[in-house]
T-cell receptor
Framework: AQSVTQLGSHVSVSEGALVLLRCNYS??????LFWYVQYPNQGLQLLLK??????LVKGINGFEAEFKKSETSFHLTKPSAHMSDAAEYFC???????????FGTGTRLKVLA | EAGVVQSPRYKIIEKKQPVAFWCNPI?????LYWYLQNLGQGPELLIR????????DSQLPKDRFSAERLKGVDSTLKIQPAELGDSAVYLC?????????????FGPGTRLTVL
């Protein structure tokens, strides 16, 4: 079985500051991990994913995430926040060889001018 | 390449009325998913199709919800009758048969309000 915990339902950062959104997972099989972004009144857009191989994954819009098996974490970071990054971010896990996504409850990112 | 298309984008109905949502997946994607997203929550899977076959409908409330994908391409999700608690966003997603990671691509969703 899989589960996802996103720490912090709301995160505020200043424009130009580091963005760090936390995701911890549990999985009984090797996980596939995903970050999606959802802008208001829109669907989910894939930011990045980890399946196998390199544990540091780079995505769109300058985001990256690192898979840390020992910490069961897949935190999302961006060195410098932009106003356009304000949105809701969802972490999801699926087991390798399965299709079923389990989503976290989301983190709403606010970027302050 | 066109993304997942959903319509309508918004729907407001009275309780006990029927409602239907339509989804057209990315071309070539034979796997289609319907999700329910309540306010402040992550999406939850309702049903998954492989071509025209519903291979996982364990989370679909079958007393009032139904879905079909007759020709293995576009799909319709129906609620009859709608209840107040059905107010949510209904998301459709699809994935490619050549992608072994089953990465899912989402449409914009249909926001349902039941009055």
């Amino acid at each position: 079985a899989q589960s996802v915990t996103q720490l912090g339902s709301h995160v505020s950062v200043s424009e130009g500051a580091l963005v760090l959104l936390r995701c911890n997972y549990s999985s009984s099989v090797p996980p596939y991990l995903f970050w999606y972004v959802q802008y208001p009144n829109q669907g989910l857009q894939l930011l990045l994913k980890y399946t196998t191989g390199a544990t540091l994954v780079k995505g769109i819009n300058g985001f990256e995430a690192e898979f840390k098996k020992s910490e069961t974490s897949f935190h999302l970071t961006k060195p410098s926040a932009h106003m356009s990054d304000a949105a809701e971010y969802f972490c999801a896990v699926s087991g390798s060889g399965t299709y079923k996504y389990i989503f976290g409850t989301g983190t709403r990112l606010k970027v302050l001018a | 390449e066109a993304g997942v298309v959903q319509s309508p984008r918004y729907k407001i109905i009275e309780k006990k009325q029927p409602v239907a949502f339509w989804c057209n997946p990315i071309s070539g994607h034979n796997t289609l998913y319907w999700y329910l997203q309540n306010l402040g929550q992550g999406p939850e899977l309702l049903i998954r199709y492989e071509n025209e076959e519903a291979v996982d409908d364990s989370q679909l409330p079958k007393d009032r919800f139904s879905a079909e994908r007759l020709k293995g391409v576009d799909s319709t999700l129906k609620i009859q009758p709608a209840e107040l608690g059905d107010s949510a966003v209904y998301l459709c997603a699809s994935s490619s048969p050549t992608d072994t990671t089953d990465t899912q691509y989402f449409g914009p969703g249909t926001r349902l309000t039941v009055l």
